[in-house]
């Protein structure tokens, strides 16, 4: 899709944003910019939801033109800027080097065809392909994550046995040689991943993947497809915590709607609110974050 197709101006015609109000500006600085970007003119973090319902060609597999279009329409919405390229590269710049953080998880992996629309932005905006990784385990070793200026974290939502979810705070667990050492208290201190020198100040873009996440399960390697669904969704915003506190609404949702009532997701998720108010990584409280919903909305959740 080519920047003279794809503007925010468009968008505002079609109604998708009218939920939004204002533009929201990068400055020079990376680190200060995430932080002026995380947040909207409401003083409340922005959190994107695109959905389409005809993303999907198969399980996990979604159509390569859909997934670029939805990434895009969603940086464009966090952004609040009219040119996609503008987007991206206030985001990236041209000697960055970028680790693309994704997940292996042999049941829900992260998508290739989403790591790849992730590159192909990153490459436009002149970033030299010997400078891009995507990888999962093994970053401890891997000279691009060790030696990163920036960081896109990007892995599916799903029930997890030792902290509840699986999700974009918990994503960053490679990046230390024992990751068991964290499974104490349901992963309560994930948020300390994010404090880690090779980690802090540097992701640029959190998408939480919604195309089929997992919502229920039992012991600790579980997985069963009946418990996915076609969500056919992404999550995308600056705040990993506000982003990954939306996605747990929803899937409690879901456990609701499936079960016929509450069940409680066990081991609780008490790591993304934890990362709120005890590590002051980001906003996992609702009345502070601002969900922006843009596609398909049919049996959203939320």
Known sequence: MTKKTLTRRKLIKSGALASIGGYLYLNSSPARAMNAMSASQTGKSRVVLIRDKDLLQGYNKPDPGRIQSMLDRALLALTGKDDIMDAWKGILKPDDILGIKTNVWSHLPTPSELEQAIKKRALEVGIQEKNIGIKDRGITNDDIFQNSTALINTRPLRSHAWSGVGSLIKNYIMFIPNPASLHGD??????????????????????????????????????????????????????????????????????????????????????????????????????????????WQENCLI
């Open 186 to 295: 349901s992963c309560a201190d994930l948020a300390t991943l994010w404090k880690l020198p090779v980690v802090e100040g540097k992701t640029r873009l959190n998408v939480l993947v919604m195309l089929n996440p997992l919502f229920h399960g039992v012991g600790r390697h579980h997985f069963s497809k009946k418990y996915t669904w076609e969500y056919n969704g992404l999550l995308v915003g600056f705040d990993p915590v506000a982003v990954d506190a939306i996605g747990i609404r929803i899937l409690q949702a879901r456990r609701k709607e499936y079960f016929g009532e509450d069940r409680p997701l066990n081991p609780p998720a008490k790591h993304i609110f934890l990362a709120d108010t005890r590590h002051k990584l980001g906003t996992a409280d609702p009345d502070k974050i601002e969900l922006v919903k843009l596609g």
